[in-house]
């Protein structure tokens, strides 16, 4: 349940991310500003949702604080605000080329993160959180 | 479940590197060949020259970059971890540069001296490669169609090198005889379906979603698509051995599978989500019209006599097929893992943090410069095409070749040097 629902919201960021980047890719900055609005909110909520329910939740169930693999998840969502920050940037000075050569990069470390949690954090976390699954889930939406 | 996952398991920089950026200077060394032996290289498939050439981009190029992908791909794709990966890299690097230019060598000036040591070097450097990335590949937690077939092709690689040893041998004067002809049909077959054919297939399913953001490959594709060109190589072996003259019949079916794969994969491109074009897609495209045509002509090679034929499908396939697919991957994974790294250098520097950001991978690799080797490589793979039907051209499309892998040298080459010097700015920060 928890995986489906946090693959799906990959899933969801992607198609956003698409837009933005096609967007500048046709050089049309106002329609690349309101998909990169709508990316950036929902990724920004997405790590919010691990950061705060799914990560501690799961350090407190394995007892992996600080250590192992949600130490790791965190650094990359800081590399992705970091980056983020920099397609923020861009646009605000209607660079597109900047842009879009950072929101490749953003990609690139978006989807090889992905991989990392689809195939193993979200699994483990399943196993270790399945008691608590629902609550969990309604915590996360609700945040 | 094992011991708790650190997914920091990214090795050294110089690990995957040093097998990436030595790729194109193999390629260079290959389109020299050519370029000086013109359309004597061609003359038939056991012109030494060709030989020669045929290893200098199989295991120079082909080997030489797959074996870095692997190293570096490894944590992220399998969650396995390769212990000790430094004096690993540097023996399987070391060793695939010595023994593949001893091999071609070997080849050229026919001494038997040096193919009796490129074996030697060869069987260490593939040997060690196989069991360090197989053992790690057979303790992966959860082995899914990708993992499982990295593993097939990691066997494909010990079967070609096996009876590359024994060709070699053969060649190195030790009383062996040379198992030319079906001793060599089968280390082709092995080499170009079972090692670079199935790991470009189990690398794809991971990459050609994640990358191009195109819906996952099918379930049950995904599930028998490399067992069943394993099976099929297999049976192809076993006929060729006991039942030489059904062979015409085996090699044709072996491609069947390889065209299953070129033409999903082409369907999954067409309907990307990702809308914007980059040079990797143009690889990925012009490797499976490649494969295709490869296929095509192969199976159409039954029905002429000459060498003609087969020898063009072996070209689409390395020139065209395998070469784009290395291409698509190099595009990506040099200018990101040199991002990452820099990246992780200024996290770790308290004066860079927050302050400096790492060029991102477009300003460390601009698509402009990736489009014209783009160019280069796709003048390059037609003029040899037509090479093969007028000799005459053969020079020509060597020097385009040279140009296309000299422009792929500088493309990732300019790269490291960015490094370098980003690498100062960070550790110059604040002092």
Request: charged share 15%.
């Amino acid at each position: 349940m928890l995986a489906k629902f946090l693959t799906e919201d990959h899933r969801d960021c992607d198609d956003q991310f698409a837009r933005a980047e096609a967007a500048a890719s046709d050089g049309d900055v106002a329609a690349a500003r309101a998909a990169f609005a709508e990316f950036e909110a929902n990724l920004a909520h997405h790590l919010e949702m691990e950061e705060r329910v799914l990560f501690p939740e799961f350090e407190q169930a394995t007892g992996m604080h600080g250590v192992g693999p949600t130490a790791v998840m965190r650094m990359e969502h800081e590399q992705m605000r970091s980056l983020l920050g920099q397609m923020q940037g861009a646009l605000a000075a209607e660079d597109l080329d900047s842009f879009l050569g950072a929101g490749e990069t953003l990609n690139v470390l978006i989807q090889q993160h992905n991989m990392k949690e689809e195939h193993m954090l979200y699994p483990m976390a399943e196993q270790a959180l399945a008691a608590s699954a629902g609550p969990l889930l309604e915590r996360m939406q609700a945040l | 479940m094992n011991a708790p996952l650190a997914l920091e398991q990214a090795p050294p920089i110089s690990v995957p590197l040093r097998f990436l950026l030595t790729a194109p200077l193999f390629g260079m060394l290959a389109a020299t060949l050519l370029l000086i032996g013109g359309d004597e290289v061609l003359a038939t498939r056991w012109s030494p020259l060709l030989l020669a050439l045929t290893h200098l981009v199989g295991l120079g190029v082909l080997t030489m970059a797959m074996c870095g992908a692997l190293l570096q791909l490894l944590p992220v794709l399998v969650g396995a971890q390769i212990a000790q990966p430094l004096p690993i890299a540097a023996v399987c690097h070391g060793g695939l540069v010595l023994g593949t230019l001893l091999l071609a060598g070997g080849f050229v000036a026919g001494s038997g001296a040096m193919f009796a040591v490129a074996a030697g070097v060869l069987a260490i450097a593939l040997g060690g490669f196989i069991s360090v990335v197989g053992s790690a590949l057979w303790r992966a937690d959860r082995p899914d169609a990708s993992t499982r077939g990295m593993r097939l092709a990691l066997l494909g690689l010990l079967a070609t090198l096996l009876l590359g040893l024994a060709l070699a041998l053969g060649h190195a004067g030790t009383g062996l005889p040379l198992w030319r002809g079906t001793g060599t049909d089968l280390h082709l077959a092995f080499a170009l379906a079972g090692w670079v054919g199935t790991l470009v297939v189990a690398v794809a399913y991971q990459v050609v979603p994640m990358f191009q953001m195109t819906a996952p490959y099918p379930q049950s594709l995904r599930a028998w698509l490399a067992p069943a060109i394993g099976v099929v190589l297999l049976v192809a072996a076993a006929l060729s051995a006991w039942a030489p003259q059904s062979q015409s019949l085996a090699w044709p079916v072996l491609a069947l599978p390889l065209a299953v794969f070129a033409i999903a994969t082409l369907g999954l491109l067409a309907h990307r989500r990702r809308k914007v074009g980059d040079a990797s897609l143009a690889f990925w495209r012009l490797g499976l019209v490649a494969l295709l045509a490869a296929i095509a002509v192969g199976a159409a090679s039954r029905f002429f006599a000459t060498d003609l034929a087969m020898q063009l499908a072996v070209t689409l396939f390395i020139a065209g097929f395998a070469l784009s697919a290395v291409c698509a991957m190099l595009y990506k994974i040099v200018p990101f893992l040199v991002w990452l790294h820099l990246q992780q250098r200024i996290s770790a520097s308290a004066a860079a943090r927050h302050r400096i950001f790492p060029p991102n991978m477009k300003a460390l690799l601009p698509e402009p410069r990736a489009r014209a080797h783009f160019g280069l490589q796709l003048a390059a793979l037609v003029l040899l095409v037509a090479a093969a039907f007028w000799p005459f051209l053969v020079r020509t499309a060597a020097a385009l070749w040279f140009a296309a892998f000299a422009v792929l040298a500088r493309n990732l080459w300019t790269v490291l040097a960015r490094y370098r010097v980003e690498c100062e700015r960070i550790d110059g920060c604040g002092t």
